[in-house]
């Protein structure tokens, strides 16, 4: 069966076209499949963008009620190549490459997560969030999952990216490649991150830009009430390109005196 197939069975399904516990359910256990193997995504980068593959959730969203909501989780670790440390589970659909580590973490179903990336202790990488290679995770972090509505965007943290402790990304934020976050940053789709290394404040929502070092901000707002500090995150500096992104990183964060 094609990729092009699948995917008519399972936007058939998705409309009520079949019943999802018979025999043609098992095409949502085919797409399930390739989910785990790393052979299908949530999300795909395409040029500059990334580009939702919206049946690709409504298959998670069949494979629940395929199997009653019961998804098992991930084994074979060693075999893949991972370093699984318990109590760390990813569940099944999810895609961990090879030399992945898993601290006593967690990742939903439909999640990608590339080589050599690092997922701290209590940690948590949501469904369908798409992390690239080489990513720190930092202790605490939490990737929120983003399964509806199909066509949305899902969290990404691309290549290279460090994510302080504690930091919480939701609602399709999208961290571009060597970004550093210090501790403690939240980010929303709604949330203003503001780029205060020139002379004006420049306003973005949804994105941090490529090697941005970030750290949690407020900013005044006016209510009916008074005047009050709400939440911002700050773009302070900028990540050094070097062969070392290593050392550049520790730069970085002693030159911006950031916690991770």
């Known amino acids: 069966m094609t990729l092009e197939e699948l995917q008519a069975k399972i936007e058939a399904l998705a409309r009520g076209e079949g019943d999802v516990h018979g025999r043609a359910g098992r095409a949502v256990d085919r797409a399930i499949g390739l989910l785990d193997s790393g052979e299908l995504r949530a999300a795909v980068p395409s040029g500059d963008e990334w580009v939702t593959n919206a049946w690709v959730k409504e298959a998670i969203h069949l494979y629940f009620a395929r199997h009653n909501r019961k998804v098992p989780l991930k084994s074979n670790y060693r075999r893949h190549g991972v370093r699984c440390v318990r109590p760390g589970a990813a569940r099944y659909g999810s895609f961990l490459a090879r030399g992945v580590v898993l601290m006593p973490a967690f990742v939903n179903i439909g999640a990608y997560v590339g080589e050599g990336t690092m997922i701290d ?4 990488v949501g469904s369908c969030a798409q992390i690239g ?4 995770l930092s202790g605490g972090v939490g990737i929120g999952g983003v ?11 691309e290549d290279g990216a460090f994510v302080g402790s504690r930091c919480i990304l939701v609602e399709g934020v999208r961290v571009e490649r060597e970004a550093v976050l210090g ?19 420049v306003t973005i929502r949804g994105r941090v830009p490529t090697r941005a070092v970030v750290i949690p901000g ?7 009430a008074g005047e009050f500090g709400t939440p911002c995150a700050l773009i302070v500096g900028t990540r050094d390109a070097s062969t070392d992104l290593k050392t550049s990183l520790n730069a970085a964060l002693r030159e911006h005196e950031l916690a991770v």
């Not at 509505?149 to 990404?156: F, G, K, S, T």
């Open 121 to 124: 202790t209590w940690a948590t």
């Open 183 to 201: 501790a403690g940053v939240v980010i929303t789709a709604s949330t203003p991150i503001l780029d205060v290394r020139g002379s004006e404040p």
């Open 147 to 157: 399964l509806e509505p199909p066509q949305a965007l899902p969290v990404i943290v």
């Open 218 to 224: 407020t900013q005044n707002k006016r209510f009916p």
């Open 133 to 136: 290679k080489r990513v720190h």
